[in-house]
């Protein structure tokens, strides 16, 4: 009994690694046609959610889901593609923040059309079962 318990804890973490690469993949195809990676679209919502303001790398990089992400390589992509733009900050100038411009916000917005029923990937699920779902997710994460 104890080795079948043992093969549902490893066909658990294998299913939840799946699962998060099925969604990943979802998403990258979604973003394909825009030129943005997962994570560039990530970087690009967490600010637009501050938009007209702007956040440090640092806060940036709290906000976002993958805590191993580069956010100096991943910024310097979004820079060059004129996506997001680096200004000093004029109280302390070793602070650099970083912030969506005007069309570069109307960009993102675009995109997010695209997720406006990102949810349909769940959505043969019940309920309860997405309560469940999430409860168990969070213990996970919050042990």
Do not use: C
Not at 88 to 102: G, Y
Not at 110 to 123: G, L, P, Q, Y
């Amino acid at each position: 009994m104890e080795t079948q318990l043992m093969n549902d804890y490893y066909r658990l973490i294998k299913n939840i690694h799946q699962t998060d690469g099925f969604i990943f993949n979802y998403f990258g195809q979604k973003l394909a046609p825009f030129d943005l990676s997962v994570q560039q679209y990530i970087t690009l919502r967490r600010l637009s959610e501050v938009y007209p303001n702007s956040l440090t790398a640092g806060e940036l990089k709290e906000k976002m889901t993958d805590i191993n992400s580069d956010m100096t390589r991943l910024t310097d992509r979004l820079v060059a593609k004129n996506l997001i733009v680096r200004e000093v900050d004029p109280t302390n100038r070793r602070k650099v923040n970083l912030r969506l411009t005007d069309e570069s916000f109307r960009f993102v917005e675009t995109v997010a059309v695209e997720f406006k029923n990102f949810e349909s990937i769940v959505s043969h699920l019940t309920d309860d079962e997405v309560r469940v779902m999430n409860t168990l997710l969070e213990k996970i994460r919050n042990r």
